[in-house]
């Protein structure tokens, strides 16, 4: 079994995944583009599943983008049903998989009844102690980094700041991603090759996997097909092979 050849001593502790190609999937099963929305839902299930099976500390989910708000009224909406479903229905579920739920992104531009629900969910698996579901939501990288400057400059016009105390941990603590360690795995799925303004500042020095599978068919055993490829890289940030093996 694949889970089998994933070495339990290397789990990256952080693991992003851009859930790309629902509709294409949608598309091919001759469905509208929310049967393949809906669909994702059963792949994410089962990834938050293999995640906590591997004890990976901390998952990433791109669900909703900033850009995604430019769909079309009815596949916004339609989105938007579908992750208040998704929640409710899910919420013991993660409960009973000890999965703490957080939620990165500008939440505010969500409808009133999706940021209750949300909110619910992030009480209700507050006190959980297993994997750490991150849920990314109206999130894009430049949006992130943008607020982070914006609370920054907040406090410096307070005098709350210097420009010295300015350096990368500071401004990572202002991150919507802060005490969370940078992804060391970043997965994309449905065959596309870039980033989509996603964790743009934390990705720095990731490594990414590309997969053709489109998200409704990806499965706990892809994330671990991830894993074993993860880790058969060698990691330099910008050191020499030699002094990495030394
Ligand atoms: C990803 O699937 C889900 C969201 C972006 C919300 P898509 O809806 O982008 O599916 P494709 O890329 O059109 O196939
Ligand atoms: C990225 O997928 C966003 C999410 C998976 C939520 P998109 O399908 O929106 O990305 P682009 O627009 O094709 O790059
Ligand atoms: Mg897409």
């Known amino acids: 079994m694949i889970i089998d050849q994933v070495k339990k001593n ?19 099963h001759g469905n509208d583009r929310i049967f393949g929305h809906r669909q994702g839902v059963e792949s994410v299930r089962s990834v938050v599943e293999g995640a906590g099976e591997l004890g990976i500390e901390y998952l990433t989910l791109y669900a909703f983008s900033t850009e995604n708000w430019c769909r079309p009224k009815e596949e916004v909406n339609a989105l938007m049903a579908l992750l208040v479903d998704a929640i409710v229905k899910e919420v013991d579920n993660l409960r ?15 409808p009133p009844e999706v940021q209750a629900k949300l909110k619910d969910a992030i009480e209700n698996t507050g006190s959980n102690t297993g994997l750490n579901l991150i849920l990314a939501l109206s999130y894009s990288g430049r949006w992130d980094i943008l607020q982070a400057t914006k609370k920054l400059v907040r406090e410096a016009i307070a005098g709350k700041i210097t420009i010295e105390q300015l350096n990368e941990p500071f401004f990572i603590d202002h991150l919507s991603t802060s005490g969370v360690p940078d992804p060391e795995l970043l997965i994309r799925t449905s065959g596309e090759y870039r980033i989509s303004n996603f964790l743009l500042w934390q990705s720095a020095y990731s490594e990414f996997y590309f997969t053709p599978i489109l998200w409704p ?13 993860f880790q058969c890289r060698e990691r330099r940030f910008g050191k020499t092979s030699e002094q990495i093996r030394s």
Not at 96 to 110: A, P, T, Y
Not at 217 to 229: G, H, S, T
Request: proline fraction near 2%.
């Open 10 to 28: 290397c789990i990256p502790r952080h693991v992003a995944v851009i859930m790309d190609g629902n509709g294409r999937w949608a598309e091919l």
């Open 96 to 110: 009973e998989k000890n999965v703490k739920m957080r939620v990165i992104g500008d939440i505010d531009s969500f």
């Open 217 to 229: 068919d990806f499965r706990k055993e892809n994330l671990f097909e991830a894993i074993v490829d």
